[in-house]
């Protein structure tokens, strides 16, 4: 039988069910809930806006939308928005789906914390990234009416999200601290990462090798 919270069917093809699974086995509560809430988030806000997506290709894009933090999909060097973004590109791969679509979920996945970029992009990109804001800082709250937020909570409980989930972020890339140059993650460093240096774009300017 399909789930369907808030008037929303979670999707459950064979591709959604195994991206599932693969969230459940190297995620945890925290993130199983959190990206189940950015989908739904994302669909409701695609629908106030009139929108056409693709419920099957939002949906894999929010369970690997954090994957990337976890310690299977973490490299040594790559922003962790980018090893998700490339996890879900290895999955859909090997199931053998257009390169358009998956070209679609990487875009969706690596640029949903690049603020003033991927709102613009297509519905599928613009949808993840809105969810996450929807989620993470409550941005356009007002958007989604009392009633629907707590059906959408009641199904994935956000139980002390607030002060979880920057613990969370930063134990996915303190190992790499550098990798959040240029991007919104540096602040999560810069608060819990005793004696983080961030990079400073002014210093690379003026002390590049260049002489003039």
């Known amino acids: 039988m399909s789930t369907i919270i808030a008037d929303i069917k979670i999707p459950d093809s064979k591709l959604a069910i195994g991206a ?11 993130l199983w809930n959190h990206s189940h809430r950015v989908f739904l988030f994302g669909v409701l806000q695609g629908q ?22 976890t310690k299977h999909y973490s490299s040594a060097d790559k922003r962790f928005e980018v090893d998700g973004a490339n996890a879900a590109r290895s999955y859909l791969q090997q199931h053998g789906v257009p390169d358009t679509s998956i070209r679609l979920v990487w875009d969706a996945i690596a640029l949903h914390t690049t603020i003033g970029v991927a709102q613009y992009k297509e519905p599928e990109v613009a949808l993840i ?3 996450v804001g929807y989620d993470v800082m409550g941005e ?10 707590e059906k ?12 979880k989930i920057l613990p969370s972020f930063l134990e996915g890339f303190k190992h790499k601290p550098e990798t959040t ?5 540096a602040d999560v460093c810069a608060r819990l990462l005793p004696g983080f240096q961030g990079i400073n774009f002014c210093d690379c300017v003026l002390h590049s090798p260049w002489k003039e």
């Open 129 to 131: 990234y809105s969810g």
């Open 48 to 69: 106030n806006a009139a929108v056409k997506f693709d419920p099957e290709l939002l949906y894999i894009s929010a369970l690997f939308h954090d994957l990337g933090l």
């Open 152 to 163: 959408v909570v009641s199904a994935f409980p956000r139980n002390n999200f607030k002060n």
């Open 140 to 149: 356009n709250f007002d958007s989604i009416t009392e009633e629907v937020r």
């Open 20 to 30: 599932a699974e693969l969230l459940r086995e190297h995620g945890n509560d925290l």
């Open 181 to 185: 140059f240029g991007n919104i993650k």
